[in-house]
């Protein structure tokens, strides 16, 4: 945009008289142009001394007059003024007034909107989360195969939350201290800290000395602990029954008029409306927490074998420009996998090493600004996928730079995460002048919610010469048509950073990059995610 043009704009902002269209022209501007924001502010920091003064003028005028004729009412301010240094009228007041409101009004939408079209950067807010309410996490899950809407690993409970397990087992755990094993097919309703009801199927409980007294109900008996690790059988029909493995609990049934049965480490009890038929107690029949510890070893290994059958597919595609397992075991260089990638060798720059997202596996950690990982990859294409797997720890910086291209050049990508949790891929469009592109943007929106920080997911933005497609864990969560210049480019490039007057490092941990010169098919990313997942993200 020309300077006469962007004078124009602004005199017809200030004066109040910008149409819808002129309106959008002029805040891609200020989007756009670092010099466009720095004429803005001069020009609003001109209305602001302007508007000070006739403040101070008007009530110096208003005073002396006052003392001049106490008993007459003030002469009003002249209509028309030749000049701010000599007078400011009332209408002149009003338009400054109203113009400093519509400079905060449109400073307010910049920074709302700061990641929707912008260079990464802009205020340094807090994020705004509200702690979750609950009373159990779903610790994890082996083989888990769930009817309805799938709880994330992770995931607060509140009272009320059912789940239904088809197959496989999952861990509950309890603010009380208790834990739960569920053993699918199941179905069980988190009732509070102290209690769940088993609509069908087993759980295993065991009851530390802070949660005594929790309970396991069902539909013909609630079983108390006094200290316990237990198991509950609710079948499809006939009695339910309760197995002690260790300690003493209370069974009450729902008819029955007598008081509690006890059970005791080795016994079992067959519960019917008005009785308890004592049995003797199977512990072979329910998941412990040493044979899920054993399901969840064999889950890993044949996960891990999946994920390794998957990256060597990956090297193999001819397509994929590069690929680095970024395992940090003291070796500071990390190989480029790929069979025929442009990419180089990457090299780690200040990260610490730190636990990957496969048990004994390591990773990436970035902590701060001189925290990255420094790649080069060369060529132009036509298309190209960006993933990653990282476990995000928070957002503190208005943009996270997930890969930061050194160059400006038309066709550049930019890829990161915003401070709402947007991910955001930015390709650079020739602005005329060398050092200062404009960035067609297409961004998601916030999918990397604060329940989802601190668990490892897969980031993975497409670009196919038309479309930007952005996925969060194997789901596509934004579609958008972008700018389509031939060709797109990396070159040098930052990885978990990004150079800029602002902070854009990542915080968190990162253990697999590719950049494939293709656009994946949603079908490939999803069996990318299946393949990688930890075992624990089911």
């Not at 006052?66 to 000049?83: E, H, K, L």
Request: proline share 7%; aromatic share 6%; hydrophobic share 40%.
């Amino acid at each position: 945009m020309t300077e006469e043009r962007l004078d124009i704009l602004f005199d017809r902002y200030f004066d109040g008289a910008l149409s819808e269209a002129e309106r959008a022209e002029l805040e891609r501007a200020l989007l756009s142009s670092p010099d466009a924001r720095a004429i803005f502010w001069d020009r609003a920091r001109l209305h602001a001394d302007a508007t000070q003064w006739g403040q101070e003028e008007w009530g110096r005028r208003m005073a002396s007059e006052a003392d001049a004729t106490p008993d007459v009412t003030p002469v009003a301010a002249p209509r028309a003024a030749t000049s701010i240094k000599s007078s400011l009228s009332r209408q002149a007041f009003w338009w400054v007034a109203t113009g400093m409101a519509a400079c905060v009004g449109i400073v307010v939408f910049l920074l709302a909107n700061r990641g929707a079209n912008s260079t990464p950067g802009g205020d340094d807010r807090p994020i705004a989360a509200t702690a979750p309410t609950g009373v159990a996490v779903l610790a994890s899950a082996v083989d888990a195969t769930w009817t309805g809407d799938a709880p994330a690993t992770g995931a607060v409970l509140a009272p009320g939350k059912v789940l239904k397990l088809s197959a496989g087992a999952a861990q509950v755990e309890f603010f009380s201290g208790a834990r739960l094993i569920v053993q699918g097919p199941a179905e069980v309703e988190v009732r509070s800290e102290m209690e769940v009801y088993c609509r069908g199927g087993r759980v295993t409980a065991l009851v530390p000395p802070p949660a005594r007294g929790f309970k396991v109900s069902g539909d013909r008996l609630t079983v108390v602990d006094l200290g316990t690790e237990f198991g509950v059988s609710v079948p499809p029909t006939g009695p339910a029954e309760v197995h002690v493995f260790g300690g003493i609990v209370e069974v009450y049934t729902a008819g029955a008029t007598s008081p509690a049965v006890k059970l005791s480490a080795g016994e079992g009890g067959r519960v019917t409306d008005r009785a308890v038929e004592r049995v003797r107690a199977t512990p072979q029949s329910f998941v412990r927490e040493t044979d899920y510890a054993a399901l969840a070893a064999g889950d890993e290994r044949r996960q891990f074998t999946a994920w390794r059958r998957a990256t060597t597919a990956l090297d193999q595609d001819p397509a994929t420009l590069a690929h680095y397992v970024l395992a940090d075991d003291g070796q500071r260089t990390v190989a480029n996998t790929a069979t025929g990638g442009g990419g180089s060798a990457a090299t780690i720059v200040g990260c610490a090493p730190a636990d990957g997202r496969w048990p004994g596996s390591r990773a990436v950690e970035f902590r701060g600004p001189g925290d990255r990982v420094r790649l080069d990859v060369s060529g132009g294409h036509k298309a190209v996928t960006l993933l990653a797997w990282v476990r995000i720890d928070a957002l503190p910086n208005p943009y996270q730079a997930l890969l930061a291209p050194d160059g400006l050049a038309e066709g550049t990508l930019r890829w990161g995460v915003t401070r709402d949790g947007e991910l955001r891929l930015g390709i650079a469009r020739n602005s005329g002048k060398p050092a200062e592109p404009n960035w067609e943007v297409i961004m998601s929106g916030p999918v990397l919610t604060p329940e989802r920080l601190g668990r490892w997911a897969l980031l993975a933005s497409t670009f196919d010469g038309k479309q930007i497609r952005h996925y969060l864990d194997g789901e596509l969560v934004k579609a958008g048509d972008a700018f389509c210049p031939s060709p797109v480019s990396i070159g040098p490039a930052d990885v978990g950073n990004g150079r800029g007057p602002e902070p854009r490092f990542v915080r968190g941990r990162m253990d697999e990059l590719a950049i494939v010169g293709r656009a994946l098919a949603a079908r490939e990313v999803k069996e990318l995610y299946e393949a990688g997942r930890p075992t624990d993200a089911r």
